[in-house]
Structures are given as structure tokens and as C-alpha cells.
């Protein structure tokens, strides 16, 4: 697969973004010392490389009464299954990532919940889906680091 | 702690900035029926309540030649050591995920890296960070969901 | 859930009970220089409330012939079966405690048993209900702390 | 060690009292058509036999703010440090129940929390006990069978 | 189960007859001070009574061309096939122990073959057997205690 | 190493033997039609080969009050203290039998107890050799076979 | 197996094809002060008595774009189903070396591929094998070793 | 880092000395109908650079009285000990595999004995080494695939 080029002005511009993406682009312009135009067709260019899929808001699930984070490792009762039951975790919200994975697990998931009782609720639903044949959680006692940012501004620094 | 309380008006605003950040506050308004300047008082309303905590730009990692994930259990020799060693995670920029766990492990954190050598260094990195005792990785072999947006837009319907 | 609130006075009466839950009524009003009738209401309340779920009896289970402790962990054919092997489960008067677990098992529960032989039969009795796969004993060689009470005056301390 | 022995009328007080411990002895005495003198003889008979130990109340925990439960496994460093660590866990009032038991851990115990963060803090309190090398923790979904009156009445039943 | 009285004379004699099953009668009564129609006696009850179920050659396995040993872990689909299964493996002679036990494997069992090759074919019988789903293989690199003389000792010195 | 030869006569002798290790040799002789001296100077030559290193009592453990058997796997500090450990070992006669392993374990015994309590002090003890870090234990439900003589029979019938 | 008998000739031959199959037979000759046609005659006798059962080339396999090794544990539905498994598994060239193994796999065999997706659909080729219930994959951050030529040379020194 | 380009001819050069690299080039020109200068060429080239870094004989180690492999999991104390371990390890000619990787162990490694005891001197020279602090050991059973070249010439196949 043949890598984007990105130069210079395109990383501090990806760069800023990362930080608050609704920074206006004629502030962006008016830093980096070029036309708001040069901006708009930068992001555009990348967004259209599929460089940026998007951007997401960084809501504090706690305040918002979601306090309760497990990871679900998955066995199958046969690889075949995994793009099934992928679609079928999908349709569970509250599974908000879920990796094929190397090791004991065929699948290993993120789930979001209320508390004890909502996620041992989604956990059983997860548990039924077809083709599942167990699964082992682990719960999360505090999210200490969830933090992108400065991954992507490193990656930046580094090209 | 106290909840905030959003009514129906902050949750269509929400609903409408989780799909785009970058979405202009005349749009929502529009839409809404309600006034610009409304729209503005109270995305102001839930950043101060912490509700939304900022905006982080979604990238194509592949693309960006970051394809290898990896899930890192830590295992420490002590568990008051736990936020000594997270503050040292803190500084490896590709640990992008860390949580204090239940279960065999004492802190579980996701890794991104470009390739399987890149990984072996970062894996080394973390450790040997002091009161680390051992650490075992798994690795993904694709990364099939990773949304919160379904979460997201679950979460104001529900409420 | 709407929390019952409870006030110094109550807490001073199931600290009394905590102790002794046969201490007459009169002895508590007198201690507490209130009247009996006054302590009768108080415990009525706290009944009906649903917080006194009731007393038991602390027996030595050694002296009456039941000295063998084991945990065991039960693994399910699929979570959708938890609540029917909860209620075989229950039908097994040596099962005392049993409780849904996140980890490795799907179920985990205590049995008491006389002996070796006695546990064994406890043992392939749970294994054989319908729906469960597999099980794991742990067996204790002493039970060195069994005791609810000192949580229960931290409790009414913290209030 | 010599084993006491009871009689039918022995069994039938026990079996009043497991149901309820503050039932009046008159009414015993009624039901089993002997005098109030001769229950208060048995059970006194019994408490000094040291079959009877106590009794306790049953409160409702979730009421009490205290839903969490969750059974942790000890690895100590040395066995011969059993007793010391048993006394510092007996500190900590969230500990309800301990055991030395077999298979992979030395000491395995459960507690009682009020929520994510506060086991999190008992948890460490635990780990940090001298001697305590580390601790595995499965949290409890749901309790759904805590009740020895079952197992008393079989061992009356029994005898 | 009524345990057997033995006294100080039966001792003496399981004391010589354990060091050397073939020891006579006459030297032991010789060297006890009591006739040989007693110590005749003395082993008759000792057998009738079942202490005695018999002897065994002591034979030296390697130079037999027996020199590997594994212990094999067996995991049954139910533990109502247990018996079932028993009388299977004590169809293989090489299967020379067995244990129903606690922890993760339902029957725990040692075997004794020629050489790897020999070992293979012996846990794939077992792995046959109807009623096992799996098994997990131990191998022995040197048996270094074999010895249940100094118990048999110990437990006639502690009478 | 030379194996030993053996003809068929050391084989029906051996076989005989193995039934009960006292027959008398006039006995043996008349089955198999030779001389008792020749019994005699077949059974010395495979003392002196090493063949026959001994013959043990078959005692009734059940009947002498030790009917607890375990299994305990030792995990070592360093296996440069394995003999060490073994000499230790073999100080404590409860320890039966003990084996230099592959897999999770370094050394592997059998220890026979007097019940649940007796087993906690002799783990205990094991636990606290020098060099030992970890062990895990395994409780035998049953012994459900215990007999080598099926594989004696079968090696002399295969010689 | 009656093992064949290599003399010092031999050895020295082997030595020098071990670091360079395709050194000529007149080098080594005049290496050993032996005429060309020995070396032909003896190289001969060893490829007839299966002791050199041929040679291979070793090339470097990440230049070639395979810098993907993972080890994968399998475990099967049944073990009489091995010499089937074993045979689907060599119809996939990636699998490069595989093994009836002890502990927990049934099967443990070496795959080289590309990169992680490419792994990943090998696995699943493996997963999908009928008779295969389960597998476990370890990944290699990096082959450090992998030299027969230090141990060939061993063995010749040793003989 | 650069690939190198192999075309059509290169892989076929290939491909004939894969099956036995001491094919005369005189015979390889033959069949391509190239000059065996071309071949000498070509060869050169890919050995210049690294593609072919050389050539092993192909043994067998069953006779020459090496049946028995192992695969030896190791933890280490600390990862930056790796480097050195793997020097250590290189030291023992019966390491003829080690990788550095994820999961449960460290470090991965194969070796070869002569048998069971030869294994065990093997085993525990490794477990001495400085860093190390724990291996597990898996028997191979039966060494069924042990084949580079259905790969190798799928490689070429492929390119």
C-alpha cells in the first residue's frame, strides 16, 4: 500500500487540529503564516487520502453516569465465525472496541457500562451471541491514561 | 458527585457534534430552531461542567505507518508503586491506553507501534520501568471495531 | 434506589444488635436512655425497610461434623443458563454462598461438606446439573476469618 | 476431638432459633410442649459446648451503600508469614472472610466494598501487607445465593 | 468406620516385615522375644482386619527398560463418567496410579513407558477413552523419591 | 547401560513373586517344576543385577488414619538448588514420592496426611525449605487405583 | 534400532559439509589426505544409512519479505484425530515445523509469514482444520538463534 | 530497507538448488538453458546480498542418538537482560532455536538431547543462567513436519 507523502506544513497543521479540532482555520492560517485557502485544501487533501477519517468529541463518561470499563476476552467455538460475530458485537454500543487477537482469545473487546449490574447485563449478552463459547472479563478500577494526542503529536515530530 | 442535568436541546447538540466536531454552531441552529448564540451558551455550559472534555481528530493510523497493536499486562512488584509507574508510562507516547485492573494483572495498557520490531522496543521500554516485574503482551491482528460514537448516541437516546 | 436514611439513634441499636442480636429491647433503651418502645419502632422501621433482612445463628460447623470448606468455580455451557443452575444450585443445601464472577469463572460458589468423601459427592452432584461444562475445587485448610461484624460497625462508624 | 452430642429436642430448638435467633423461649417451649426452663438448659447447654457461638444479623448491604463484592487470591512470599498476614488482614473490616486454602493461592479471601474505587483502595491496602508478594481479584456480578439456614436445617435433618 | 487397635507388639512387627517383606517369623519372634505362633497370629489379624492387604516386589524400572515416567491430567466431559472412565484406564496396565482430585483436572494420573515413543501411544489410549475431552501431559526428567517406608515408620513410631 | 538378561524361568519366578512377595520358594519350585535351590540362586542373581531392589508391605492407609492425599508442585528459586531441596525432602516421611518435572512445576510430590489440618502443617513445612518459592497443591478425592502389579505382569509377559 | 557406526573419518567429513554443503569432495579430500573417491564412497554410505538425508539452502527470510514468525499451540477435539490434523497441516507451506507435544497443546507447530494480516489468515487456515477445537498463538519479536550447525558440530566432537 | 528484485531466472535458480544445493550449476544451466556462468553469476549476486546466506546438511538426529526435543519457555528477571541471556544461551549447542516473544514467556527456545536425563543437564544449564528466573519445559512427543522447502518454493512461486 503506497504511503501519503505529507510535508512540513501539512504535520503542523495536523498538528494543531489534534489539540482542538475546532480550531478555525483562519487561525491555524494565520500561525503557520499562510492563506486560510491553503489550510481549507491541506485538509482537504489528507481527509481525502483518508489520512483524517474524522473527528470525535471527548465526552467525560463518568459525569455522564458510565463509570464502569471491563475488557471481555472472547473464545469461539471456530475462527470461521469471527467476521459474524464481529457484526453482532457491533450491534452492542456499549462494545466500543474490539480487537482480533493473538494469544488465549480469539477476540478481545472494550465495553462501557453504568455500573456492576448494567455490564453484567451486556456481558451475558455478548456471552449469547452464536458461534461465542465463553468469555473472561476483566474490570477496570481506574482509567488512568486514555490519551491519542500524544501519540499523534509525536508521530508528527517524528516523519 | 452531583450529575448535571442535560435536557433534550443538549442532547440534539451533542448528537449532532459527535458525528462532527467541525460542525458550525449556525448549522446546528439551524436545525434545531433555536438561535446560534443558544447553541454557543450551551456547548460553553457543558465544557464547563466537564461534560465534554475537548475533541481529538480520528487519523488512519495504517496509513500513517502505525499498523501494529499490541495489549500490554504489567504485573508490578508492589501495588503501591501503581502511580509511580503510571506517571512513567505517561512519557511513552505510544502508550495511548492504561488502567488499573482486577485480575491477574495490575495494569493493562494498549501499545501502537509500526511494525513488530518497533513493538519489541516499546515493550522493552515499559519493562524496564522501575517496579515493574513482568509484563506479558498480546498482540492484535486486526483492530475490527473502534467506535464511540454508537456509545455516545446510546447514551443521549437513554437519557 | 432511594437510600434509607438513618439516624444516630439506629445506628446505636444495631451496633448493640451487631453484638448480640437477642439483647432484649429494654436492655438497648435502657443503654441508650430511651424508652423500649422507642427502640421496638426504630427495629420495626429498619424491617420494613428492607436494612434488617433478618438474624442467624453462628453454630460451630467443626464441632457438628462439618470441618471441609471449598470453593468452587464453575464454568457454564453458555451465560444464558445462569439463572436455572443458580436455582439447581440452591437445591444443594451445602452450597452456602454462590455468586455470578467476572474472571475465568462464570459462577463461583462455597460448599461445606463433612469430609474428603462427603465434599467429593457435593462436588459431582453441582458438576452434573444441566448446562454446567466443567468445575475447578479449591479447597481450604483453615478458615481463619469468618466474621461480619467488624464491617458492620465500620459501617454505622462511617455513617 | 470428642464430638457432643445432641438429641431430637436439641435439633428442634436449633431449628426454631436458625429462623429466627430472637424467637421468645416461651414460645419454643410452647411449640415443643416443655417448659421455658428446659430451652433456656439446652441452649445454655449448647453455647457452653461451644456449638452455638453467636448470632448475627442479616443486613441488607446494597441498602447500606455496600454492593460491591469481589474474592481475592494472595500469593505470599513465604508460607511461614500465614499467621502475620492473617492478623493484618483481620485489620481491615472489609475483609469478611479468609482462608488458607490450596491450588494457586495461599490465602484467598473476600470483601466488601461500596464501589469500583473503593475496592480499589482495600485492594491496595491488601497488597501492601508485608509478605503479600501479589493478589488476583474476581469481582462478583451478583450475589445470588448467601444463606446457611439450608445447610443448618439439613445438618438437624441429618442428624 | 471403626479404626483397629494396634499395640506395641503389632508395631514391631510391621516395623521389621516394612524393612523386608520376607523376613521369618521366627527371626522376628526371635529378636521380640515372643513366639513365632504369635507374631503368626499377630499377621493374621493385621491382614483379616485389612491393615495388611499385602506386599509387593520392588522392582528396578530402568533396567526393566522402563524408565519414563508422566503424570497425566485429565479433564472429563461429566463427572458422572468418572467410574466409567476408571475402569477403562485400569484397563491399561501402564496406568499405575490414579486420583480423583480437586483443582483443575477431574482424574490425575501417573504411567510409567518404555521411551517418548512408548509414552505417546500410551496417552493416546487415554486420550481415547470415551467420557475424557482432554489431557495435559507432565513429564518426569527423574524420579527422585520413591519411598513409602519411612511414613509407614514414622506412622507406627507416632501410635 | 547393559540390560539384564532374564529367560523365561526369571519371568514365571518374578510373576510369582509379584502376586505375594512371601511365597515360599519350595512353592514356587513345585509350580514350575525345578529345584527350590534353583528358586533361590535365580532370585539372588537378580537381587545382585538390582533387578529386585526390595520388597514393601501394602498397608491400608484409610485403616491408619492417613487417608488425605495431595499432590504439590514446587516451584524453585533456582534449579541449581534442586538436590538440595530433595535432601530436604526427603527428611519429611509424609513426602512419598518426588519427581524432577517438565512443565510449570521443577519438583512434583505425593504427600499422605491425617486430614485437612495435618495436610496444612506438612505443606507448610515444604513450603519453608530454603530455595522453594511457590507451591500449589492438589487434593486427592480418591485413590481410585494404586497398583503396579498389572504392569509388572504385563512387562514380564512382553520380556 | 541398531544405531550406525561413524568413524573419525566420517566425523571429519561431516564437519566440513556442516559449514559448507557444497564444499568439493577434492577439498576435502586433500583436507584429510584421502583420496576423492573415499570421501564419495563414505558420503554415500551415510546418505544410504539415512544419516544425511539431504541438505537445504539457507536463505534470509526477511529480505525475501517473511519477517513473520508465530508459534501456535493446538488443541484438538480428540488425539486419534492427530495423524489427520498433521497432514491438513502440511498441505500449508507457512507451517514450517510442527510437533506432537506434552502440556497443555496437542500439537505445537512454527509458521512464518508475512506480516500480521498475512498471519492472521494462516491461523484462521489452522483455526478452520476439522478436529482442531482450539489454538494459542505466541508471537516473535525477533528469532535471535537458529543454527543447527553449533550442535552438529558438538555431536561429532562428542562421538 | 530495500528489497532486493529477483526475476524469473533467479527464482528457478533457486528453486533447483532448494531441493539439493550441491546440484552441479552445470546441471542447472542445462535445464534453463543458460550458461553455468550465468547460474555462478546469479548465485553470487544473491549471496552478495544476503538472500542466500548458505547452505546445511539435513541430519538425522534419531540416529545419531538425539530423539529427544524440548521447547523451554523462560521469564527473565529484568528484559534488558535479553541480550545477555541470548549470548549465554548461544554458548549451549542444544539451543538450536531461541526467540525473543510475546505472550507468557520471554524468551522461546528448542533444544535437543540425547534423552530424558541428557535433557534435564540441558534444562537446568539453562535455568542458571544469570537473569533467568523461571523456564517451563513442553516434550515434543514426535517431530512431525520439519520442512523449509514447501515454503521456500512457494515463496518463489508467489513472487
Known amino acids: ?12 497543521i495536523l498538528d494543531m487540529l489534534i489539540d482542538n479540532t475546532r ?14 485557502g491553503t489550510v ?18 471527548t465526552l467525560d463518561y463518568v459525569k455522564l453516569g458510565y463509570a464502569f470499563i471491563a475488557y ?18 457491533e450491534q452492542i454500543p456499549n462494545v466500543t472496541v474490539a ?9 478481545f473487546c472494550k ?8 455490564a453484567k ?3 451475558f449478552a455478548v456471552d449469547d451471541i452464536e458461534g461465542i463459547s ?3 472479563t476483566m474490570i477496570s478500577l481506574e482509567e488512568s491514561i486514555n490519551d491519542k494526542k500524544r501519540l499523534m503529536h509525536k508521530i508528527f515530530n517524528d516523519l
Open 111 to 118: 465495553i462501557r457500562a453504568k455500573d456492576t449490574n448494567h
Open 72 to 89: 471481555v476476552g472472547i473464545f469461539l467455538e471456530k475462527t470461521h465465525q469471527t467476521k459474524f460475530v464481529m457484526e453482532r458485537l
Open 23 to 36: 480550531t478555525p482555520f483562519t487561525d491555524i492560517a494565520k500561525k503557520l503564516l499562510i492563506s486560510a
Open 121 to 123: 447485563n451486556i456481558i
Open 99 to 107: 480487537h482480533i487477537t493473538t494469544g488465549k482469545f480469539n477476540i
Open 40 to 57: 481549507h485544501v491541506r485538509v482537504k487533501k489528507m481527509e481525502e487520502a483518508g489520512i483524517i477519517k474524522g473527528s470525535s468529541l
Open 134 to 136: 465463553r468469555t473472561e
Open 1 to 12: 500500500m503506497a504511503k501519503v507523502k505529507l510535508d512540513e506544513i501539512d504535520h503542523q
